[in-house]
């Protein structure tokens, strides 16, 4: 089932093209990679997605429905973000952060509480439960966020095909945190979910990605699995860095290393 199609998608939402015939599909329980350098078009391409910034041109489908057909309520029963900066100021308790995943089902007060219950565990935040979230650090903060965009896409049965989109969501964590994540979209694909990782962290999704797709200032580069993008020809190219393309000595997937 192709959760997420996006075919020669353009968007120009503030005057000059940021986004240029961006074309690729996403199966259910696929994990797509999304690299390039700052300033290369990944969050506006994860924004887009989400519904927050309109293309000009193409078309983006989720479950096979164009994106600008889907109302709000429907669309966040498919869709979920974790975003790079989220911005909340008021002081609700983590508990109510996470619960606002829940916002958009109509699943009832017992059902919500375990999903809350299963996803705190699932996120290493039982213990920041009932903690103001304006007085958490940043990489407390980006946990519960994950948290919160988890328990939005919790159950398979809240919709027929779910898409997350994580925005550097390890950019404030710790190893093992970043493990933890990780894990958690392993776990979530496993169950049929499609999920957009962008991060710079080229080996974590070497190791786990299906596709990775690298923008360039704006445009697709290049689309396919690690073995075929993670080239030092493109890390010249796009990141303009000398690499070596080594085996990782555990689960032999392709290992980047920076040359001094």
């Known amino acids: 089932m192709s959760v997420l199609t996006v075919n020669a998608a353009s968007a120009s939402p503030y005057g000059p093209a940021l986004l240029q015939n961006i074309t690729f599909s996403l199966q259910a329980g696929q994990v797509l990679g999304l690299i390039g350098p700052n300033g290369a078009g990944k969050s506006t391409l994860l924004h887009a997605v989400a519904g927050g910034i309109a293309v000009d041109?193409?078309?983006?489908?989720?479950?096979?429905?164009?994106?600008?057909?889907?109302?709000?309520?429907?669309?966040?029963?498919?869709?979920?973000?974790?975003?790079?900066?989220?911005?909340?100021?008021?002081?609700?308790?983590?508990?109510?952060?996470?619960?606002?995943?829940?916002?958009?089902?109509?699943?009832?007060?017992?059902?919500?509480?375990?999903?809350?219950?299963?996803?705190?565990?699932?996120?290493?935040?039982?213990?920041?439960?009932?903690?103001?979230?304006?007085?958490?650090?940043?990489?407390?903060?980006?946990?519960?966020?994950?948290?919160?965009?988890?328990?939005?896409?919790?159950?398979?049965?809240?919709?027929?095909?779910r898409l997350l989109l994580l925005d550097e969501p390890n950019s404030a964590l710790d190893l093992a945190h970043q493990r933890m994540v990780m894990e958690r979209v392993d776990a979530l694909a496993a169950q049929g979910c499609a999920v957009i990782v962008a991060t710079h962290d080229f080996n974590l999704l070497a190791a786990h990605a299906d596709q990775l797709l690298v923008m360039q200032r704006g445009r697709q580069h290049s689309h396919g699995n690690a073995e075929t993008v993670l080239t030092p020809a493109m890390f010249a190219e796009v990141f303009q860095v000398d690499v070596m393309i080594e085996r990782h000595p555990v689960n032999g997937s392709p290992l980047v290393i920076q040359c001094s």
């Not at 983006?60 to 979920?80: F, Q, V």
Request: glycine share 6%; no cysteine; aromatic share 4%.
């Open 57 to 161: 041109s193409g078309e983006i489908l989720l479950n096979d429905i164009p994106l600008s057909e889907y109302d709000r309520g429907h669309r966040a029963r498919a869709l979920a973000m974790q975003s790079q900066h989220a911005a909340l100021n008021f002081p609700f308790s983590v508990e109510e952060v996470i619960l606002l995943g829940r916002m958009p089902h109509a699943s009832g007060r017992e059902v919500d509480r375990q999903i809350l219950e299963e996803v705190l565990a699932a996120t290493d935040t039982l213990r920041l439960r009932q903690r103001p979230y304006t007085q958490l650090s940043g990489g407390e903060k980006q946990r519960v966020q994950l948290a919160r965009a988890l328990a939005q896409l919790w159950r398979a049965a809240d919709s027929p095909g």
